[in-house]
């Protein structure tokens, strides 16, 4: 209430870039101090035993995630858990550091529920973050999502495979899981390794690295079936465990805003709610198609505890989130899990983990009862 009523509307006349700088600062001072962790933990931490669960070997007690982007440098580490967040992911993280597109590269779109990104990959670099990792204890589990460079040596595919590859090496101790993203809108050269020929070497090369965490791509909301069906049959053939889904949507004709409104603000990927109906749309496809194998985290659009059970039950184990966060404060967390208590105990479920793709599941019995 305070948040939306009193501290939004002075946030939201302010440079976006610089709020988002000065909540980094603000966090991670926060998070340095014993006293003011208890604290917020007390007014913004929810645990029911219903949402806790154990995904890809990893332990998560609550399913609600800081989706990548936020905390770009890692420097929220210590803090998001009493924020009540069940797991974050830094980054995205690439092999050298990179001070991303010109500015301005973010703007608000409040009327559609969205930001427009065109950060760039804008951080320290996977060495600098490595040692500011170092030593540190996490009280949640810690996803590393790593991308390449942002500059015009990267073009070069080989090159391109070995900047992951370093991050890779470089981040993997630090994590719990591994995200590559392969789908950053904002960058020099595309989205190379969207075209399976290019991902299958890329993956080849992590495979050589041994490790048993698990590994997960990020996906775009602007693949058709074919590239998707494409993605997940390369996937299947190396050390992958599963998708996020998704990342920014690059295609503004199907973001259902105006062209006059999208002339106000700069270039980006959207995010928010005008990619939630895409991100849900492939959530579902990929769950159906490969009949649950993958784990799936659903991002894209997630505002109250409704959204997030639609991609729960629509197949994904995890979800995470930003732009949800930025309109409703930081309240959101605890008042989504809170939420999701209830609707799961209304659907007859005790954890969140029976109710992942039972929408599947339903569709799947109606047709047999309508066949037989
Ligand atoms: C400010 C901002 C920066 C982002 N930067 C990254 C990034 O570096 N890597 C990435 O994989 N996704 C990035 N994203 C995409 C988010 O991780 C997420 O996929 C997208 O915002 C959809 O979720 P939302 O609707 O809850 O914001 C960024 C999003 C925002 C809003």
Redesign the pocket.
Known sequence: MIYKKVIKPILFKKD?EKV?DMVIKIGSLMGKCKLTKIGLSAILNYKHSFLTQTVDGIRYRNPIGL????D?NADLTQILPSVGFGFE?I??VTALPCKGNPKPR?WRLPKHK??V?H?G???IGSEAIAKKLQGKIFSFPLGI?I?KTNCKETVDVKIAILDYYKSFITLEPFADYI?I?I??PNAFGGQPFTSSKLLDQLLTKLDSIKSNKPRYI?MSPDLSKQQVDALISVSEKHNIQGF?I???LKNREKSGITPEELSKVGAG?L???P??KY?NEIISYVYRKTKGKFTIIG????FNAKDVYYKIKSGASLV???????YEGPTLIKNINKELVKLLQKDGFTNISEAVGIDHQKSGEICRKLLN
């Open positions: 976006p988002h989706a990548a982007g936020f770009k992911e980054g995205s973010l969205s930001l990104v950060y990959l804008k951080n999502s991308a995200t993203n789908s950053c990020k996020i998704s990342n920014l990927g995010s928010g709610k990619l939630e991100s991002c894209g659009g997630i995470q989130l930003i732009t949800g966060m930025i």
